[in-house]
């Protein structure tokens, strides 16, 4: 069990989206948290049953807020 702790520390809404192990964004193995408002927490907790490399982005920055989470 993973859990992710969100504080949005800016100006603008946030969230992330962990593609699943088909490694493509907007299908149906995609974890998603609920929208971060401005200067509040959220977390996402989820279950990973394969290791390996898996991108994640946020919905509202896609180009600029991205990254590799690494289940071992």
């Known amino acids: 069990k993973v859990k992710?702790?969100?504080i949005n520390l800016g100006e603008f809404v946030h969230n992330i989206r962990i593609a699943g192990p088909d490694g493509i964004y907007d299908t149906d193995d995609d974890i998603v948290s609920e929208d971060?408002?401005?200067g509040e927490t959220?977390?996402?907790i989820f279950v990973v049953d394969e290791e390996g490399e898996y991108i994640f982005r946020d919905d509202f920055r896609r180009e600029t807020l991205t990254g590799i989470l690494t289940v071992e």
Do not use: A, I, Q, S
């Open 4 to 6: 992710l702790n969100l």
């Open 36 to 38: 971060v408002l401005p």
């Open 42 to 44: 959220g977390e996402l």
